[in-house]
Protein backbone atom coordinates (compact mmCIF):
# COMPACT_ATOMS: atom_id res chain seq x y z
CA UNK A 1 0.00 0.00 0.00
CA UNK A 2 2.83 2.07 0.80
CA UNK A 3 4.22 1.97 -3.10
CA UNK A 4 0.90 3.14 -4.28
CA UNK A 5 0.96 5.76 -2.04
CA UNK A 6 4.56 6.90 -3.61
CA UNK A 7 3.15 6.49 -7.50
CA UNK A 8 0.62 8.36 -6.86
CA UNK A 9 2.38 11.53 -4.99
CA UNK A 10 4.94 11.50 -7.68
CA UNK A 11 2.51 11.72 -10.25
CA UNK A 12 0.60 15.01 -9.41
CA UNK A 13 4.15 16.91 -8.80
CA UNK A 14 4.58 16.64 -12.73
CA UNK A 15 2.51 19.89 -12.92
CA UNK A 16 3.43 21.70 -10.40
CA UNK A 17 6.99 21.51 -11.62
CA UNK A 18 5.63 23.12 -14.81
CA UNK A 19 3.52 25.98 -13.07
CA UNK A 20 6.71 26.55 -11.08
CA UNK A 21 9.02 28.22 -14.62
CA UNK A 22 5.31 30.42 -15.58
CA UNK A 23 6.33 32.63 -13.65
CA UNK A 24 10.32 33.09 -15.30
CA UNK A 25 8.45 32.40 -18.77
CA UNK A 26 6.73 35.44 -18.25
CA UNK A 27 9.41 37.08 -16.86
CA UNK A 28 11.72 36.59 -20.51
CA UNK A 29 8.57 37.58 -22.26
CA UNK A 30 8.42 41.23 -20.13
CA UNK A 31 11.90 41.62 -20.62
CA UNK A 32 11.19 40.82 -24.91
CA UNK A 33 8.76 43.77 -24.68
CA UNK A 34 10.27 46.04 -22.79
CA UNK A 35 13.93 45.53 -23.62
CA UNK A 36 15.09 43.90 -26.46
CA UNK A 37 12.92 44.80 -28.90
CA UNK A 38 12.98 48.23 -28.44
CA UNK A 39 16.72 48.16 -28.75
CA UNK A 40 16.46 46.59 -31.73
CA UNK A 41 13.91 49.08 -33.54
CA UNK A 42 16.50 51.38 -32.35
CA UNK A 43 19.60 49.73 -33.96
CA UNK A 44 17.28 49.54 -37.48
CA UNK A 45 16.43 53.36 -37.51
CA UNK A 46 20.26 54.20 -36.48
CA UNK A 47 21.53 51.76 -39.73
CA UNK A 48 18.57 53.81 -41.74
CA UNK A 49 20.38 56.62 -41.16
CA UNK A 50 23.36 55.93 -41.60
CA UNK A 51 22.24 54.20 -45.05
CA UNK A 52 20.58 58.24 -45.88
CA UNK A 53 23.63 60.23 -45.06
CA UNK A 54 24.55 62.87 -48.04
CA UNK A 55 27.27 64.74 -48.68
CA UNK A 56 26.61 67.98 -46.62
CA UNK A 57 24.70 66.71 -43.94
CA UNK A 58 25.43 68.34 -40.56
CA UNK A 59 26.59 65.35 -37.95
CA UNK A 60 27.44 64.67 -34.99
CA UNK A 61 29.78 62.11 -33.79
CA UNK A 62 29.78 59.52 -30.99
CA UNK A 63 32.58 61.85 -29.26
CA UNK A 64 30.46 64.74 -29.22
CA UNK A 65 31.93 66.32 -32.39
CA UNK A 66 30.08 68.64 -34.79
CA UNK A 67 30.92 68.89 -38.39
CA UNK A 68 29.62 68.07 -42.06
CA UNK A 69 30.02 65.43 -44.20
CA UNK A 70 32.90 66.00 -47.00
CA UNK A 71 32.79 62.63 -48.74
CA UNK A 72 32.43 58.86 -48.53
CA UNK A 73 34.93 56.06 -49.38
CA UNK A 74 32.12 53.24 -49.73
CA UNK A 75 34.55 50.60 -50.49
CA UNK A 76 36.20 50.93 -46.92
CA UNK A 77 33.18 52.06 -45.02
CA UNK A 78 33.98 55.24 -43.98
CA UNK A 79 32.99 58.66 -44.03
CA UNK A 80 35.30 62.41 -44.58
CA UNK A 81 33.71 64.80 -41.67
CA UNK A 82 35.29 68.39 -42.07
CA UNK A 83 34.72 70.19 -38.96
CA UNK A 84 36.45 73.34 -40.25
CA UNK A 85 38.31 74.62 -43.59
CA UNK A 86 41.21 72.94 -43.00
CA UNK A 87 40.33 69.89 -40.61
CA UNK A 88 38.79 67.03 -42.25
CA UNK A 89 38.58 63.79 -40.52
CA UNK A 90 37.76 60.33 -42.13
CA UNK A 91 36.42 57.78 -39.97
CA UNK A 92 33.90 55.04 -39.24
CA UNK A 93 30.35 55.62 -40.56
CA UNK A 94 29.12 53.68 -37.31
CA UNK A 95 31.03 56.71 -35.48
CA UNK A 96 28.21 59.16 -36.69
CA UNK A 97 25.66 59.11 -33.61
CA UNK A 98 23.14 61.54 -35.24
CA UNK A 99 22.18 63.83 -38.51
CA UNK A 100 21.60 67.14 -37.24
CA UNK A 101 20.38 69.34 -40.11
CA UNK A 102 19.77 68.38 -44.11
Known amino acids: ?3 IMLMMGSGGQG ?3 LLAFLPLIVIIFIM ?3 MIRPQAKKQR ?3 AMLDNLQKG ?4 TS ?3 IGSVAG ?3 NEGTVIVK ?3 SVKIEMSRNAIAQVLTR
Open 1 to 3: MYQ
Open 15 to 17: GGS
Open 32 to 34: YLF
Open 45 to 47: EHK
Open 57 to 60: DKVM
Open 63 to 65: GGL
Open 72 to 74: FKE
Open 83 to 85: FSD
